[in-house]
């Protein structure tokens, strides 16, 4: 997911996103807890995607005070 694809999409369907991204990133740490993730690079992606989605919720919550 890009930030451009992020940018198209409206406050409500970003924050479902960032929900449905947090908890995949619990299943995955909670995965690797006991020792079932084999994927480990999936980790990394899904912080990135929230950390994307997050600081396009930031600019648009900014450009709305404005």
Known sequence: MNAQELKAKTPDELKDELVSLKK???NLRFQQAT????NTARMRKVRRNVARIKTV???KAAE???
Do not use: K, P, R, T
């Open 57 to 59: 919720l930031n600019h």
């Open 64 to 66: 709305a005070a404005n």
């Open 35 to 38: 020792g079932q993730l084999e």
């Open 24 to 26: 995949e990133a619990f």
